[in-house]
Protein backbone atom coordinates (compact mmCIF):
# COMPACT_ATOMS: atom_id res chain seq x y z
CA UNK A 1 0.00 0.00 0.00
CA UNK A 2 1.22 3.50 -1.57
CA UNK A 3 1.34 6.39 1.32
CA UNK A 4 0.71 9.41 1.05
CA UNK A 5 3.54 11.42 -1.63
CA UNK A 6 4.22 14.91 -1.60
CA UNK A 7 6.51 16.92 -4.57
CA UNK A 8 8.55 18.68 -4.86
CA UNK A 9 10.22 17.81 -1.38
CA UNK A 10 11.80 21.36 -1.01
CA UNK A 11 11.53 24.68 -3.64
CA UNK A 12 12.97 28.46 -3.35
CA UNK A 13 11.00 31.26 -4.53
CA UNK A 14 10.87 34.94 -4.39
CA UNK A 15 8.41 37.05 -2.35
CA UNK A 16 5.46 37.82 -4.92
CA UNK A 17 5.81 34.86 -7.09
CA UNK A 18 3.43 31.91 -6.94
CA UNK A 19 3.52 27.98 -5.71
CA UNK A 20 1.55 25.38 -6.54
CA UNK A 21 2.43 21.85 -4.23
CA UNK A 22 1.22 18.48 -4.55
CA UNK A 23 -0.06 15.55 -3.00
CA UNK A 24 -1.25 12.03 -3.41
CA UNK A 25 -3.44 10.27 -1.03
CA UNK A 26 -2.74 7.04 0.73
CA UNK A 27 -4.68 4.65 -1.20
CA UNK A 28 -8.59 4.40 -0.57
CA UNK A 29 -8.57 7.94 1.29
CA UNK A 30 -11.21 10.59 -0.09
CA UNK A 31 -9.96 13.21 1.84
CA UNK A 32 -7.23 15.70 2.14
CA UNK A 33 -6.22 17.86 4.19
CA UNK A 34 -3.36 20.80 4.31
CA UNK A 35 -1.33 21.79 7.18
CA UNK A 36 1.32 24.72 7.16
CA UNK A 37 4.25 23.92 10.03
CA UNK A 38 6.53 27.16 10.10
CA UNK A 39 10.23 26.45 11.90
CA UNK A 40 9.54 24.97 15.85
CA UNK A 41 5.94 25.33 15.71
CA UNK A 42 3.41 22.51 15.59
CA UNK A 43 1.16 22.04 12.15
CA UNK A 44 -1.60 24.50 11.46
CA UNK A 45 -4.89 23.60 9.31
CA UNK A 46 -5.03 25.35 6.24
CA UNK A 47 -7.87 23.42 4.20
CA UNK A 48 -9.23 20.09 3.78
CA UNK A 49 -11.07 18.40 0.81
CA UNK A 50 -13.70 15.83 0.87
CA UNK A 51 -14.98 14.75 -2.55
CA UNK A 52 -13.40 17.77 -4.70
CA UNK A 53 -15.06 20.00 -2.22
CA UNK A 54 -13.30 22.54 -0.11
CA UNK A 55 -14.66 20.97 3.66
CA UNK A 56 -13.09 23.30 5.68
CA UNK A 57 -10.60 26.20 5.96
CA UNK A 58 -8.61 27.31 9.00
CA UNK A 59 -7.25 31.10 9.78
CA UNK A 60 -5.28 31.56 6.26
CA UNK A 61 -5.86 34.59 3.92
CA UNK A 62 -7.57 33.90 0.04
CA UNK A 63 -4.25 33.90 -1.20
CA UNK A 64 -4.18 30.08 -0.24
CA UNK A 65 -6.38 28.23 -2.44
CA UNK A 66 -6.29 24.35 -3.54
CA UNK A 67 -7.75 21.78 -5.42
CA UNK A 68 -8.59 17.96 -5.18
CA UNK A 69 -9.24 15.74 -8.54
CA UNK A 70 -11.22 12.60 -8.78
CA UNK A 71 -8.77 10.27 -7.86
CA UNK A 72 -8.08 12.32 -4.85
CA UNK A 73 -4.80 14.02 -5.40
CA UNK A 74 -4.45 17.49 -4.12
CA UNK A 75 -2.87 20.28 -5.00
CA UNK A 76 -2.36 23.82 -2.69
CA UNK A 77 -1.56 27.05 -4.45
CA UNK A 78 -0.27 30.13 -3.01
CA UNK A 79 -0.41 33.37 -4.56
CA UNK A 80 1.64 36.69 -3.75
CA UNK A 81 4.18 34.67 -1.67
CA UNK A 82 5.56 36.54 1.53
CA UNK A 83 8.49 35.71 3.04
CA UNK A 84 6.36 34.78 5.85
CA UNK A 85 5.33 31.91 3.58
CA UNK A 86 8.76 30.12 4.46
CA UNK A 87 7.26 26.48 6.32
CA UNK A 88 7.13 23.01 5.67
CA UNK A 89 3.57 22.46 3.83
CA UNK A 90 2.14 18.76 5.11
CA UNK A 91 -0.40 16.64 3.30
CA UNK A 92 -2.62 14.09 5.26
CA UNK A 93 -4.82 12.23 3.68
CA UNK A 94 -7.71 9.98 5.91
CA UNK A 95 -10.64 7.64 4.86
CA UNK A 96 -12.98 9.63 6.91
CA UNK A 97 -16.35 10.20 4.91
CA UNK A 98 -15.72 14.11 5.72
CA UNK A 99 -16.72 14.01 8.64
CA UNK A 100 -14.81 11.70 10.82
CA UNK A 101 -12.98 13.54 13.69
CA UNK A 102 -12.28 9.88 15.18
CA UNK A 103 -10.09 8.84 11.87
CA UNK A 104 -6.45 8.79 11.90
CA UNK A 105 -4.60 11.69 9.20
CA UNK A 106 -1.73 9.93 7.34
CA UNK A 107 0.64 12.28 6.79
CA UNK A 108 3.38 12.68 3.77
CA UNK A 109 6.50 13.94 4.37
CA UNK A 110 5.95 17.30 3.09
CA UNK A 111 7.45 20.31 1.31
CA UNK A 112 9.83 22.82 2.66
CA UNK A 113 9.54 25.87 1.23
CA UNK A 114 11.78 28.74 1.66
CA UNK A 115 10.34 32.25 0.25
CA UNK A 116 13.38 34.95 -0.30
CA UNK B 1 -12.15 28.11 20.22
CA UNK B 2 -9.92 25.02 20.56
CA UNK B 3 -6.39 24.16 21.90
CA UNK B 4 -3.90 22.48 23.16
CA UNK B 5 -0.89 22.92 25.28
CA UNK B 6 2.35 20.85 25.97
CA UNK B 7 4.89 20.63 28.18
CA UNK B 8 7.86 23.02 26.80
CA UNK B 9 10.86 21.41 25.77
CA UNK B 10 13.58 20.59 24.82
CA UNK B 11 13.48 17.69 27.12
CA UNK B 12 16.92 15.48 27.60
CA UNK B 13 16.86 11.84 29.25
CA UNK B 14 19.10 9.23 29.73
CA UNK B 15 18.43 5.52 27.98
CA UNK B 16 16.05 3.43 29.87
CA UNK B 17 14.97 6.54 31.84
CA UNK B 18 11.11 6.76 32.42
CA UNK B 19 9.41 9.57 30.38
CA UNK B 20 6.13 11.89 30.87
CA UNK B 21 5.27 14.56 28.32
CA UNK B 22 2.30 16.59 29.44
CA UNK B 23 -0.52 17.86 27.24
CA UNK B 24 -3.83 19.18 28.16
CA UNK B 25 -6.65 20.20 25.83
CA UNK B 26 -9.63 23.10 25.43
CA UNK B 27 -12.57 21.51 23.61
CA UNK B 28 -16.37 22.58 23.11
CA UNK B 29 -16.93 18.92 22.57
CA UNK B 30 -15.34 15.79 23.29
CA UNK B 31 -12.45 15.25 20.80
CA UNK B 32 -10.25 12.52 19.76
CA UNK B 33 -7.11 12.58 20.78
CA UNK B 34 -3.89 11.97 19.08
CA UNK B 35 0.21 11.43 19.98
CA UNK B 36 2.20 11.88 16.86
CA UNK B 37 5.65 11.67 16.34
CA UNK B 38 8.06 13.68 14.30
CA UNK B 39 11.47 12.58 13.37
CA UNK B 40 14.32 14.57 11.88
CA UNK B 41 13.62 15.85 8.00
CA UNK B 42 10.38 13.53 8.24
CA UNK B 43 6.23 14.47 8.04
CA UNK B 44 4.45 13.24 11.07
CA UNK B 45 3.74 10.03 12.40
CA UNK B 46 0.43 8.55 14.21
CA UNK B 47 1.93 7.25 17.77
CA UNK B 48 -1.11 6.52 18.98
CA UNK B 49 -4.79 7.82 19.70
CA UNK B 50 -8.12 8.14 21.98
CA UNK B 51 -11.16 8.41 20.95
CA UNK B 52 -13.31 8.88 24.08
CA UNK B 53 -12.81 9.25 27.96
CA UNK B 54 -10.76 6.52 30.12
CA UNK B 55 -9.89 4.86 26.85
CA UNK B 56 -6.16 4.33 26.60
CA UNK B 57 -4.25 4.64 24.08
CA UNK B 58 -0.75 2.41 23.08
CA UNK B 59 2.17 1.97 20.78
CA UNK B 60 5.71 1.08 20.87
CA UNK B 61 5.70 0.86 24.44
CA UNK B 62 4.09 4.48 24.85
CA UNK B 63 0.71 4.97 26.47
CA UNK B 64 -1.52 7.52 27.14
CA UNK B 65 -5.03 7.82 28.62
CA UNK B 66 -7.93 10.30 27.48
CA UNK B 67 -8.81 11.74 30.63
CA UNK B 68 -11.92 14.16 30.16
CA UNK B 69 -12.16 14.78 33.72
CA UNK B 70 -8.59 17.03 33.77
CA UNK B 71 -8.56 17.72 30.19
CA UNK B 72 -5.42 15.70 29.50
CA UNK B 73 -3.22 12.92 27.89
CA UNK B 74 -0.35 12.81 29.00
CA UNK B 75 2.69 10.73 26.83
CA UNK B 76 4.39 8.38 29.13
CA UNK B 77 7.45 5.41 28.47
CA UNK B 78 8.57 3.47 30.94
CA UNK B 79 11.89 3.29 29.65
CA UNK B 80 13.27 5.23 26.57
CA UNK B 81 15.62 4.26 24.03
CA UNK B 82 17.69 6.91 21.58
CA UNK B 83 15.70 5.94 18.73
CA UNK B 84 12.64 7.50 20.90
CA UNK B 85 14.50 10.82 20.12
CA UNK B 86 12.14 13.13 18.36
CA UNK B 87 9.75 15.75 18.25
CA UNK B 88 6.22 14.39 19.92
CA UNK B 89 3.35 16.56 19.43
CA UNK B 90 -0.15 16.37 20.66
CA UNK B 91 -3.21 17.06 18.98
CA UNK B 92 -7.08 16.70 19.05
CA UNK B 93 -10.02 16.85 16.42
CA UNK B 94 -13.19 17.88 17.48
CA UNK B 95 -16.73 17.08 16.04
CA UNK B 96 -18.35 18.48 13.66
CA UNK B 97 -17.15 20.43 10.43
CA UNK B 98 -14.05 19.86 8.94
CA UNK B 99 -11.90 16.59 10.23
CA UNK B 100 -9.10 19.08 11.22
CA UNK B 101 -5.98 18.78 13.80
CA UNK B 102 -5.37 20.75 16.12
CA UNK B 103 -1.39 20.50 17.40
CA UNK B 104 0.16 21.99 20.50
CA UNK B 105 3.87 23.99 19.71
CA UNK B 106 5.77 20.03 20.14
CA UNK B 107 7.99 19.01 22.71
CA UNK B 108 11.28 17.82 21.41
CA UNK B 109 13.04 14.47 23.28
CA UNK B 110 16.68 14.21 23.29
CA UNK B 111 17.22 10.49 24.46
CA UNK B 112 21.29 10.30 25.46
CA UNK B 113 23.11 6.64 25.48
Known amino acids: ETGVTQSPTHLIKTRGQQVTLRCSSQ?????VSWYQQALGQGPQFIFQ???????GRGNFPPRFSGLQFPNYSSELNVNALELDDSALYLC???????????????FGPGTRLLVL | GDSVTQMEGPVTLSEEAFLTINCTYT??????LFWYVQYPGEGLQLLLK?????DKGSNKGFEATYRKETTSFHLEKGSVQVSDSAVYFC????????????FGQGTRLTINP
Open chain 1, 92 to 106: ASSPAGGGGYQETQY
Open chain 1, 27 to 31: SGHNT
Open chain 1, 49 to 55: YYREEEN
Open chain 2, 27 to 32: ATGYPS
Open chain 2, 50 to 54: ATKAD
Open chain 2, 91 to 102: ALSDRGGAQKLV
